[in-house]
């Protein structure tokens, strides 16, 4: 079941794919969730480079000391990013949510992205 699960995901996420490219000036934001941690990267497709990212495992995660549960641990996470996307001058992206569904752990960063000034 589990096995069924992941590749349904992986399906969505290369049919996203192929309709979303990320530039220098407006780069990809992937985002990928385990059970226990969320992950945020940023993505410039025409250099193919990744820019920057962030984690609930990154070090500046850990000097928030984030409490409470993963919603919060996401929006946390979305923050950073903001920050860290700001220091380098980007204030539009585009957002992939990489065949997840957009509720619970992956708005919540999305959202506090939002409201930390970036533009999707």
């Known amino acids: 079941m589990k096995r069924v699960k992941q590749l349904g995901r992986r399906r969505r996420h290369l ?12 780069p990809r934001v992937v985002v990928f969730r ?3 941690h969320i992950y945020a990267q940023v993505v410039d497709d025409y250099e193919g480079r990744v820019l920057t990212g962030v984690s609930s ?24 990013l903001a920050g860290e996307l700001k220091k380098r001058g980007v204030a539009r992206i585009v957002f992939d949510r990489a065949g997840f569904k957009y509720h619970g752990r992956v708005k919540a ?12």
Do not use: M
């Not at 960063?109 to 999707?120: I, M, P, W, Y």
């Open 15 to 26: 049919h996203i794919r192929h309709r979303l490219k990320g530039t220098s000036k407006r």
């Open 34 to 36: 385990s059970n226990r």
């Open 57 to 80: 495992l990154s070090p500046a995660f850990r000097e928030l000391g984030v409490e409470g549960d993963k919603k919060a641990q996401a929006a946390a996470v979305g923050k950073l």
């Open 109 to 120: 960063l999305a959202e506090a992205a939002r409201k930390q000034g970036l533009e999707f």
